[in-house]
């Protein structure tokens, strides 16, 4: 049983496309995130949703826009890709009162040509 | 300043040795702190936590915590070559919104 899964789990596109990444989870939780881990490993929290309404927004370009159509599910939409949105896109989930144990999924691996 | 800083390594011990991770961090309202071990090509999954001053031992993992000098610490003892990994030090930051920030974590090499 998966706990939190990703589809795609590789991305390659071409610049100025539009591309989405889904994340579900079957842990009952009612916190979801999304990380970018950049090339030097950097893991940064772009957004997080807690029973679908936005908690964390970070600085994010608006090209990036979430969608959490249920607490069992996170999108995220990227619009006119460039080549620096390159990196593996981690969606993550827990509950709010334990937000430090955050369950991750295995990644969406994004290539921009 | 980084709000999580850690050398990215990477940092080899032979296999039996005690390997020793290092983090500093920038904010001191932080409370909680976690270390995340993250194998190539896979996800990050938690390890450790800690909350108070001092060390937390859990199998052959200790994690020490210095808020006064604003640095946590993880010490794996009897390494093994599946220890191999990069770790990742977090902390949940001090706004309401108790987003973990992480470091940008230390790879290990464990020599058999």
């Known amino acids: 049983d998966t706990a939190v899964s990703q589809t795609p789990k590789y991305l390659v596109t071409q610049m100025g496309n539009d591309k989405s990444i889904k994340c579900e989870q079957n842990l009952g939780h009612d916190t979801m995130y999304w990380y970018k881990q950049d090339s030097k490993k950097f893991l940064k929290i772009m957004f997080s949703y807690n029973n679908k309404e936005l908690i964390i927004n970070e600085t994010v370009p608006n090209r990036f826009s979430p969608k959490s159509p249920d607490k069992a599910h996170l999108n995220l939409h990227i619009n006119s890709l460039e080549l620096g949105d390159s990196a593996v896109y981690f969606c993550?989930?827990?509950?709010?009162?334990?937000?430090?144990?955050?369950?991750f999924g295995p990644g969406t691996r994004l290539l921009v040509l | 300043q980084k709000e999580v800083e850690q050398n990215s390594g990477p940092l080899s011990v032979p296999e039996g040795a005690i390997a020793s991770l290092n983090c500093t961090y920038s904010?001191?309202?932080?409370?909680?702190f976690f270390w995340y071990r993250q194998y190539s090509g896979k996800s990050p999954e938690l390890i450790m936590s800690?909350?108070?001053?001092g060390d937390k031992e859990d199998g052959r993992f200790t994690a020490q915590l210095n808020k006064a000098s604003q640095y946590v610490s993880l010490l794996i003892r009897d390494s093994q070559p599946s220890d191999s990994a990069t770790y990742l030090c977090a902390l949940r930051g001090s706004s309401n919104t108790g987003k973990l920030i992480f470091g940008q974590g230390t790879t290990l090499q464990v020599k058999p």
């Open positions: 993550a989930s827990s509950q709010f009162r334990v937000r430090e144990t955050q369950y």
């Open positions: 904010d001191r309202g932080s409370q909680s």
């Open positions: 800690i909350y108070s001053n």
